[in-house]
């Protein structure tokens, strides 16, 4: 059975940092593309982050371009999301998702309905 299980979510002031893990277990993720989205309460689930299987290739959305770095090691079936100079406004949960089907000649999977497996999400909150 495949299951994606996040970490790293808590407490943190603005202008802080927290790093995000995502573990795949009972199938490899290494020739998948990986995504972030999060959810905010009362609000949809929204696009963070995409990667290309090697690491070669990312996406980010404009709320957290420069501040988010997505990565992965796919040695370790696990994928990051570093998040620098966190606002209140990152508030929420944090989801990350497979996409078994992406293609390489593909742009990067962006919406929802592109991934296939999701995990069950980790909290994080920033104060001001």
């Known amino acids: 059975q495949v299951q994606l299980t996040e970490s790293g979510g808590g407490l943190v002031q603005a202008g802080g940092s927290l790093r995000l893990s995502c573990v795949a277990s009972?199938?490899?993720?290494?020739?998948?593309?990986m995504g972030w989205f999060r959810q905010a309460p009362g609000k949809e689930r929204e696009f963070v982050a995409a990667?290309?299987?090697?690491?070669?290739?990312?996406y980010y959305a404009d709320s957290v371009k420069g501040r988010f770095t997505i990565s992965r090691d796919n040695a370790k079936n696990t994928v990051y999301l570093q998040m620098d100079s966190l606002k209140p406004e990152d508030t929420a949960v944090y989801y990350c998702?497979?996409?078994?089907?992406?293609?390489?000649?593909?742009?990067?999977?962006?919406?929802?309905?592109?991934?296939?497996?999701w995990g069950q999400g980790t909290q994080v909150t920033v104060s001001s």
């Open positions: 998702a497979v996409d078994f089907t992406w293609s390489s000649s593909s742009r990067l999977p962006s919406q929802r309905y592109e991934y296939d497996l």
């Open positions: 009972g199938r490899t993720v290494s020739s998948s593309a």
């Open positions: 990667i290309r299987w090697d690491g070669g290739r990312t």
